[in-house]
């Protein structure tokens, strides 16, 4: 079990750390084809400005004389007029932007290949982030104007951030999914835990319950043999009426405790090679005497054996005793039948018996520890819900199966299945 549980830990971790890097991974693609559609945009609105700065209009003359600081035309101080261009240019630029779909903070530089004219935007608060830069090449009327390479570079900063505001659609609905799935199976484990330590404590106080029994049973038990011993024989019918009960209460009681030790691992199955077939024998006469003494009627069908297999042979006889019992209970005085058969190296056990089917709902439930039918004449019969649960646990301690079928036509039908071995192995 705590194999079980460090590998599914595991591999909850290894899946979850998977998942994650997987996001990043398409993050990172993401942000490359942004990054590259982004570039698309820019070399769009970069032909859209070479084109529209190539001849001679207001603006070109405007940043012309800007840049040459020729106030001939306009009659103003050299600063007005750099600042003058230097606002229509951005404004110009912020339009061309927008056209392609791109509402993002920008700066520009207009210069000279040799940097003998320039023109700058208005200086902005600036992070210590990573700057990507744009150029264009101006040709036409401002190149052939300053007899120099013109180029306008656009300048943006953090662009990273900018993208991943892009893919926001993407991101985070990724992260809360992935949060999501981290929580509930959080969750889980929690409530996996915590009925665990609820079973836990139900089963310890359980099995101290059916320890502390023990005492005063087997006391009522001697007690009354020494009784029997001293009183006439009227009275023994209620002697033995008690000794009766107290075998009942003590089988009970060392089933509950069987049960749980099997099912928390405590007790290691003692398998050894055996045939279980003389085995099975005596224990299908020693219920065909009860049926006698009681008027039901039984018959069985063992194949030829041997039925050679690696078991323990404690568990296997009560468990075939669990199914016979049931058969004897619930099957309303009707023909009990047993039949053992050999197939493709295993063991059938066949126990069928008639009286009231159970009902469709119920077949998945009747292996469930302390699960009974909740309707018709099965709530009257005394029991625990434990018979069943056991012979299941014995049959999975064996590599085995038990299975039930109910109808009216043909009873209920309990198949208990183990594996054999060969004589030789």
């Not at 836990?200 to 006391?219: C, D, G, K, Q």
Request: glycine share 6%; aromatic share 10%.
């Amino acid at each position: 079990m705590a194999r079980k549980r460090i590998f599914f830990i595991t591999l909850f971790v290894i899946s979850i750390i998977g998942l994650a890097v997987i996001q990043y991974r398409y993050l990172k693609i993401g942000l490359n084809l942004a990054r590259v559609q982004f570039s698309q945009k820019i070399a769009l609105v970069g032909a859209d400005v070479q084109q529209d700065l190539y001849g001679r209009n207001q603006l070109t003359f405007l940043l012309a004389n800007a840049l040459e600081k020729d106030t001939s035309f306009f009659k103003t101080e050299p600063a007005v007029l750099e600042d003058a261009s230097r606002y229509f240019l951005e404004d110009y630029l912020k339009e061309r932007l927008i056209d392609h779909e791109i509402d993002r903070e920008f700066s520009f530089a207009l210069k000279a290949r040799d940097s003998s004219y320039y023109l700058r935007s208005a200086e902005k608060p600036r992070k210590a982030e990573k700057d990507f830069r744009y150029p264009i090449e101006l040709k036409g009327y401002l190149a052939d104007r300053l007899d120099k390479r013109v180029v306008l570079q656009l300048e943006f900063q953090n662009l990273d951030g900018y993208f991943l505001s892009q893919l926001n659609g993407l991101t985070l609905p990724s992260l809360l999914f992935l949060l999501g799935i981290l929580a509930v199976v959080l969750w889980v484990l929690k409530t996996y835990y915590w009925q665990r330590k609820v079973i836990t404590t139900t089963n310890a106080f359980i099995n101290n319950l059916t320890h502390e029994l023990r005492t005063p049973v087997f006391s009522i038990s001697l007690a009354t043999k020494i009784l029997d011993a001293k009183i006439g024989e009227e009275e023994r019918e209620f002697t033995g009426r008690i000794l009766k009960e107290t075998k009942k209460l003590t089988h009970h009681i060392d089933k509950v405790l069987e049960l749980g030790a099997l099912e928390h691992k405590r007790t290691v199955l003692d398998k050894e090679r055996l045939d279980f077939r003389p085995s099975l024998e005596q224990i299908c006469r020693d219920f065909g005497a009860l049926c006698e003494l009681e008027g039901q009627s039984f018959n069985y069908d063992l194949t030829p054996g041997p039925y050679v297999m690696k078991a323990s042979l404690f568990h296997l006889e009560n468990a075939v005793n669990n199914l016979l019992d049931n058969a004897r209970k619930y099957g309303a005085d009707s023909l009990i039948y047993l039949q053992a058969t050999t197939r493709e190296k295993q063991l059938e056990i066949r126990v069928q018996n008639g009286g009231t089917p159970i009902p469709e709902s119920a077949l998945n439930e009747v292996f469930k520890k302390y699960y009974r039918i909740p309707e018709g004449d099965r709530q009257g019969i005394r029991g625990y819900g434990l018979g069943l649960s056991y012979v299941r646990t014995v049959a999975e301690k064996h590599r085995g199966r038990v299975s039930v079928s109910s109808d009216a036509a043909n009873g209920t039908v309990f198949m208990f299945v183990v594996p054999l071995i060969s004589d030789g192995s």
